[in-house]
T-cell receptor, first 115, second 107 residues
Framework: EAQVTQNPRYLITVTGKKLTVTCSQN?????MSWYRQDPGLGLRQIYY???????DKGDVPEGYKVSRKEKRNFPLILESPSPNQTSLYFC??????????????FGAGSRLTVL | AQRVTQPEKLLSVFKGAPVELKCNYS??????LFWYVQYSRQRLQLLLR??SRESIKGFTADLNKGETSFHLKKPFAQEEDSAMYYC?????????FGSGTKLNVKP
């Protein structure tokens, strides 16, 4: 089944403890991206990647890192999490077309709580 | 700056009533616009895109460049339409989403 898989789905951690949220897709999509969803703010893009070793900032990249060493994987890294990073995180992927990224396929989401 | 505005946080209608979820965008070019939907306990998924000009689950949306709007409409709402709806557009490889409208269809 074509899908985007995120892990963990739920995580409670403490301030300053490094964590990684993994994202994997099996559709051979070039484009992958991370979003956070907060009440009243909708989805905001954190980082995106056009292909292996090509990443760029979205609208809210502060406090996050990403890497794209393989086409199928795009982990989100929080080096020193803070309570304001408590949120619901989504990974999504897409084929690239002439005009850029297109229809997004989303993962199920990862709910992160930072105490 | 690029922006997507969904002015209604919550929209409640009765089953069978018409529904319109508003979306306005701020972009100087010709955007490609999407509506995504998130049903309870399900993933965000594409509902429709303006370029395909389809009707999905009875929903339609027309791009109005003069008003910079892409409102989502359905003539007769069903209870199963209750969900969170997001308007979005990509600017090259950055995606911009609205804040979302929760549609509640009452029996």
């Amino acid at each position: 089944e074509a899908q985007v898989t995120q892990n963990p789905r739920y995580l409670i951690t403490v301030t300053g403890k490094k964590l990684t949220v993994t994202c994997s897709q099996n559709m051979n999509h070039e484009y992958m991206s991370w979003y956070r969803q907060d009440p009243g703010l909708g989805l905001r893009q954190i980082y995106y990647s056009m292909n292996v070793e090509v990443t760029d900032k979205g609208d809210v990249p502060e406090g996050y890192k990403v890497s794209r060493k393989e086409k199928r994987n795009f982990p989100l890294i929080l080096e020193s999490p803070s309570p304001n990073q408590t949120s619901l995180y989504f990974c999504a992927s897409s084929l690239l077309q002439g005009t850029g990224a297109n229809v997004l396929t989303f993962g199920a989401g990862s709910r992160l709580t930072v105490l | 700056a690029q922006r997507v505005t969904q002015p209604e946080k919550l929209l409640s209608v009765f089953k069978g009533a018409p529904v319109e979820l508003k979306c306005n965008y701020s972009y100087s070019g010709s955007p490609e616009l999407f509506w995504y939907v998130q049903y309870s306990r399900q993933r965000l998924q594409l509902l429709l895109r303006h370029i395909s000009r389809e009707s999905i689950k009875g929903f339609t949306a027309d791009l109005n460049k003069g008003e910079t709007s892409f409102h989502l409409k359905k003539p007769f709402a069903q209870e199963e339409d209750s969900a969170m709806y997001y308007c979005a557009f990509p600017n090259f490889n950055k995606f911009y989403f609205g804040s979302g409208t929760k549609l509640n269809v009452k029996p």
